[in-house]
């Protein structure tokens, strides 16, 4: 199919008008910041519904539109175990890790670490979270969704299209810092959904519903929960494996968790929190399900992913094309935006500051922009290599397994043990370490085990570390640990604040209706 023929120059404006309009916001955001708080954190003043947005939106690039379809088409419902475990995940975060991020006042999550250990753990965990987001999270956004707009647009050629989105994107970031991100996350988060609305309803109208897929797919097709002999999607591995890559993602990751640290009060960060796995159950509902229809409307489509792009240009009218394809780059950006800013947060905060720490906050602001700028450069140029390194394009896509073990360790070992100390963490890191290069050296050994069991046992072993590590060293008194350390004193005086809420307003009642609805899917399917 020829998709840019199908395109009428009513939906090249909208598209065109949405670009613009973006990065207008972006520039209008940047004349209102004066500091590096307002710059890399909104001001600490983002509420629940821009947060749960944002966090929404970021998590949704262009390509997991397409992947997401595509399972739904061709691999079956499983996929979404990734988006219901996300929602524990991001109870999980509200309850025992959001209050300490906040009542700390961090710019970035690492530095979480340096307060509980040292500044050599926070450097590590920086580190590693810098280099996965230029280089697989940026880099695969860019690349994988570049593959996708040139579909759409062949006379141009891969490397311009990577770097106009990157330019686009780069510019309102720039300029507008987090404030930016946040609030094009929003447009876009809402666009993105509507469209998919737009796009379920009328699959689901033109194929006949669930009654005619049925008649022509496997039962089993539908099923979220595989058995633990799937090769893809072992049952076992949701806990071992999907469970803490996810903690690493919502929990620790500052492309994430940006957002949450920006919120204007706790009971922001946790509502936002709550509304995006809110948002993450209707994936289901609004991206998985039009690919399941697209059995009857597309029995020989080949190439799956082709396929919702042959989706949005043969079931949308002009105009609603326009609007639907505008949300499509939406994501893509989305995910591109929040990417550089946190990055940018990442080195000025955590590295340049502890350079030069007698710089100015609005110093530290104009540095901030000038290295959003140069890793856009890097990850624009780096993009569109990756389709010369295949193989190691497929080890990259298993390195949140290889590398995130040992901070998710330092993260949940040093939140929950008063015991562990910076010797412990050393252990941890050397020891973790290890194993990621051996799982990289060994990756194509037919003996070695399934990645997302591979995780726990690097996360077991991790922790294990740092709790024998930490038997031999010296400890932080318990004042230095007072709003660093979990303990069920801090849960006991959140539930009298929250016992004068109403129900509604009570986050747990809320994560509790989260886990209901996750229940009855599963049940259904």
């Known amino acids: 199919m020829d998709f840019y023929d199908k395109l009428t120059g009513l939906d090249i404006s909208i598209i065109i008008g949405y670009l613009i309009?973006?990065?207008?916001?972006?520039?209008?955001?940047?004349?209102?910041?004066?500091?590096?708080?307002?710059y890399f954190l909104a001001g600490r003043n983002l509420t629940w519904p821009l947060i749960g947005f944002?966090?929404?939106?970021?998590?949704?690039?262009?390509?997991?539109?397409?992947?997401?379809?595509?399972?739904?088409?061709?691999?079956?419902?499983?996929?979404?175990s990734y988006?219901?475990?996300?929602?524990?995940?991001?109870?999980?975060?509200?309850?025992?890790?959001?209050?300490?991020?906040?009542?700390?006042?961090?710019?970035?999550?690492?530095?979480?670490l340096e307060k509980r250990f040292n500044y050599f753990t926070r450097a590590y965990a920086s580190g590693i979270s810098i280099i996965l987001n230029i280089f697989v999270d940026i880099a695969a956004t860019l690349y994988a969704g570049g593959?996708?707009?040139?579909?759409?647009?062949?006379?141009?050629?891969?490397?311009?299209?990577?770097?106009?989105?990157?330019?686009?994107?780069?510019?309102y970031t720039i300029s507008g810092g987090l404030s930016a991100v946040v609030y094009t996350d929003a447009i876009q988060a809402v666009v993105l959904i509507l469209g998919s609305i737009f796009i379920t309803y009328i699959?689901?109208?033109?194929?006949?519903?669930?009654?005619?897929v049925m008649e022509i797919t496997d039962p089993s097709h539908f099923n979220i929960i595989k058995p633990?002999?799937?090769?893809?999607?072992?049952w076992p591995g949701l806990f071992t494996g999907v469970l803490l890559l996810g903690f690493y993602f919502w929990g620790t990751n500052q492309f994430i968790t940006q957002r949450t640290l920006a919120a204007k009060s706790k009971s922001e960060g946790q509502w936002g929190a709550m509304f995006a796995g809110f948002l993450k159950l209707s994936i289901l509902f609004i991206m998985i399900f039009p690919g399941a229809f697209a059995i009857v409307l597309y029995p020989d489509i080949g190439d799956v992913d082709k396929l919702y792009p042959t989706m949005l240009f043969d079931l949308l009218p002009t105009g609603l094309l326009g609007i639907v394809l505008a949300g499509f780059i939406a994501?893509?950006?989305?995910?591109?935006?929040?990417?550089l800013n946190s990055v940018s947060t990442l080195v000025t905060m955590d590295f340049y500051q502890k350079i030069h720490p007698n710089k100015s906050t609005k110093e530290l602001m104009k540095v901030g922009r000038w290295v959003t700028l140069v890793i856009m450069i890097v990850a624009t140029a780096w993009a569109p290599q990756i389709v010369h390194f295949e193989k190691l394009w497929d080890y990259l896509q298993q390195a949140l397994s290889w590398f995130c073990p040992p901070v998710l360790a330092l993260f949940v070992v040093g939140l929950f043990w008063k015991g562990a100390n910076t010797r412990g963490a050393l252990w941890c890191i050397i020891i973790g370490t290890i194993i990621s290069v051996i799982s990289i050296v060994f990756n194509s050994a037919d003996w070695k085990p399934h990645f997302l069991y591979m995780t726990g046992?690097?996360?077991?072993?991790c922790c294990f570390a740092i709790i024998v590590g930490s038997l031999s060293g010296i400890g932080k008194s318990d004042i230095e640990l007072k709003d660093l350390v979990w303990s069920p004193a801090e849960y006991h005086a959140e539930t009298t604040v929250l016992k004068e809420l109403p129900w509604y307003k009570n986050y747990r009642y809320q994560g509790l209706i989260l886990i209901a609805i996750v229940i009855l899917i599963l049940l259904a399917y």
């Not at 972006?26 to 500091?35: A, E, I, R, V």
């Open 203 to 212: 699959a689901w109208d033109k194929s006949g519903g669930f009654e005619a």
């Open 457 to 461: 046992i690097h996360f077991a072993i």
């Open 228 to 234: 633990a002999t799937d090769e893809e999607l072992p």
């Open 83 to 112: 988006e219901w475990m996300a929602v524990l995940v991001l109870i999980l975060f509200a309850v025992f890790f959001l209050p300490f991020y906040l009542k700390n006042k961090l710019f970035t999550v690492p530095e979480f």
């Open 21 to 38: 309009f973006v990065v207008l916001l972006g520039l209008y955001f940047g004349t209102k910041h004066k500091n590096a708080e307002d």
């Open 147 to 171: 593959i996708l707009i040139q579909m759409v647009f062949p006379q141009y050629p891969l490397w311009q299209i990577i770097a106009f989105l990157s330019v686009v994107a780069g510019l």
């Open 54 to 80: 944002s966090l929404f939106a970021s998590n949704m690039s262009s390509n997991s539109l397409v992947g997401l379809t595509g399972a739904g088409y061709a691999a079956g419902f499983s996929v979404f």
């Open 331 to 339: 994501a893509l950006m989305s995910s591109i935006d929040s990417g």
